[in-house]
């Protein structure tokens, strides 16, 4: 009698793709690399089924679920906790998902053990905050619209310095601008454009509804003109407002999320954050959000000007700019806390910084690299088409 053995479960099925559009803004990663007719994106697809197939049958529903979310903060938080749990596994840890804890009903993402090692591990990130988001998705939906306009002649550069509290009239925006576009004479552009570069370049502003946009019009060049594909009508988009900068605050409303939820853990309690901000962040970036007074910066989650706080977390595994198409590189650093109660010792598959009281640090590079212990090609998944979002 022949015996059905069940398939693994995956997120993405076979079945066609005829779709080769960038992403749009609103547009969650998944949605989008689930409709994405591209060779690229079908490696990405190939490996996340893999690894979804690999992850423990009675848990995998729960992390299907989460990647079928409209959110894109709860999409990308069940595939940080995916690719957590294959790099690990991968090298030799074995992870229990949400393990009892003594004393509390909370249960932390990952046991992980490896003789004579173990750990609780706990993934997190820097969500924006709600209004954040609303705001965000209001302006993702102006920006789709205005993508969707052809205009011939000319691609536009777009900043906004006030997004408005509701969406704007869509609809209009494109009708004045494209009335705009239209009155403008190519040759006439280019030639200003070469007399005078981009300041030379004709601008205008769009204001209602408590909205305001700028835009730019840049020429085409002969190449784009005899091209048979249809161009993007924005060739460029950005922020026109200053804004400061700040990676501590996210990582400390991280901490104060996560520091406590489990109470005295027997083994090292050790917080994976994954930043999820615009605005570029390096492995010294996180350094100094931990640290804080120690490099001359504010208050940190591990030390503030009156000394260590949140000593439960013995460790930080910390990246920004990863994704599902890039987990090769950038790569995460783990940093170990000097002033844990229960100190972390064991290795970890990316480069760590041991961080000393004084502020002083020993970096420690792994001896092979992702791709290897993977099973990937160094260049995985090949030269990407265009920039998604």
Avoid at 209 to 231: C, I, N, V
Avoid at 259 to 274: E, I, M, N
Avoid at 317 to 334: D, E, M, Q
Wanted: with cysteine.
């Amino acid at each position: 009698m022949s015996v059905s053995v069940p398939r693994p479960p995956i997120f993405f099925g076979d079945w066609a793709r005829s779709h080769p559009e960038p992403m749009q803004h609103s547009e969650t990663t998944f949605r989008f690399l689930d409709r994405v007719a591209d060779p690229y994106f079908a490696a990405v697809r190939e490996v996340i089924n893999d690894w979804v197939g690999r992850y423990p049958g009675s848990h995998a529903s729960r992390l299907l679920t989460r990647f079928g979310s409209e959110s894109e903060q709860e999409q990308m938080g069940a595939w940080w906790e995916l690719c957590l749990y294959t790099v690990l596994t991968a090298s030799g840890w074995t992870l229990e998902p949400e393990p009892e804890v003594s004393g509390t009903r909370n249960r932390p993402d990952y046991l992980a053990t490896r003789q004579p090692s173990a750990f609780y591990l706990e993934a997190t990130s820097s969500n924006p905050a709600t209004d954040k988001v609303a705001e965000h998705n209001r302006l993702g939906a102006v920006l789709d619209a205005l993508q969707r306009l052809e205009i011939s002649g000319f691609f536009l550069d777009v900043h906004w310095d006030r997004v408005g509290s509701s969406s704007p009239p869509i609809t209009g925006l494109r009708k004045a601008l494209s009335t705009w576009v239209s009155g403008l004479s190519r040759e006439q552009v280019l030639a200003d454009y070469t007399r005078g570069g981009v300041f030379a370049l004709p601008t205008w502003r769009w204001a209602e509804h408590g909205w305001q946009l700028t835009f730019m019009a840049y020429p085409w060049g002969e190449k784009a003109l005899a091209s048979d594909q249809r161009l993007p009508t924005l060739g460029s988009e950005g922020s026109g407002v200053a804004e400061i900068v700040d990676h501590v605050s996210p990582m400390q409303r991280a901490f104060r999320a996560k520091h406590d939820r489990y109470g005295a853990l027997p083994d090292p309690y050790v917080l994976a954050y994954l930043n999820t901000s615009e605005h570029s962040a390096t492995e010294l970036t996180h350094f100094n959000a931990l640290v804080g007074p120690l490099q001359g910066a504010p208050d940190g989650c591990w030390y503030t000007r009156r000394g260590p706080i949140n000593r439960d977390v013995a460790a930080v595994i910390a990246v920004w700019g990863i994704r599902p198409s890039h987990f090769l590189t950038p790569s995460p650093t783990v940093f170990i806390s000097p002033w844990a109660h229960t100190p972390f010792e064991a290795e970890l598959p990316w480069p760590t910084v041991i961080i000393r009281s004084d502020g002083t640090t020993e970096r420690r590079v792994p001896a092979q690299s992702l791709h290897e212990l993977l099973g990937l090609p160094p260049d995985w998944p090949g030269v990407e088409p265009f920039t998604p979002g």
